[in-house]
């Protein structure tokens, strides 16, 4: 199962991720199933992520109505476990952030999406129509503080993953920036 793990660095401090995406055959249906389970709704995020190419890892804009942040990260490879290290993770910044923090970087492509955004404890959820991609949903159990740990984590994505029905076939391990550079 593609699983993705994240820790997150900034202040001294770790968070912890595990992450499923899966394409999503019928939205609605999956929206159902959360508000069922008394997800709390977020609201719809129009994103676009810029990503631009650097020395180290992954350097991210992402421009939403919900969520606007600046994210520069490393990703491990791990047999179907993906960890991430966040280097940077910045509210609010503009195109002239990065200029300001990295100088001149070349942009290697933009992803746009429409997000639903949806959270059950520590567990968000997205229903993400990416264009030229299609409809996916991830699932993101997220560990803030360290007190849930991986194995609680692994077992919430695993437990949301079998309510929502997500077939082994629809598993995706790959980025949509990378599966839309495929194209």
Not at 91 to 110: A, D, F, R
Request: charged letters at 25%; one cysteine or more.
């Amino acid at each position: 199962m593609p699983l993705r793990a994240g820790a997150c660095r900034f202040k001294n401090s770790m968070y912890a991720d595990i992450t499923i995406k899966a394409h999503c055959h019928d939205p609605a249906a999956v929206q159902t199933i959360l508000l069922e389970q008394q997800a709390a709704y977020k609201g719809m995020d129009v994103q676009t992520d810029t990503f631009y190419q650097v020395a180290d890892g992954m350097l991210k804009l992402r421009e939403g109505n919900l969520e606007h942040v600046l994210i520069h990260y490393k990703r491990e490879h791990m047999h179907e476990v993906k960890r991430t290290e966040v280097l940077l993770y910045l509210k609010n910044p503009s195109p002239e952030t990065v200029q300001l923090l990295y100088g001149e970087v070349q942009v290697l492509g933009q992803v746009k999406k429409r997000r639903k955004i949806f959270f059950i404890d520590n567990v968000k959820f997205h229903l993400d129509q990416v264009d030229g991609l299609g409809t996916f949903v991830e699932i993101e159990a997220i560990d803030l503080n360290g007190s849930i740990g991986v194995e609680r984590l692994l077992e919430q994505c695993s437990f949301y993953r079998e309510l929502l029905q997500l077939e082994e076939e629809d598993l995706v391990d790959d980025s949509y920036f990378n599966m839309k550079s495929h194209i």
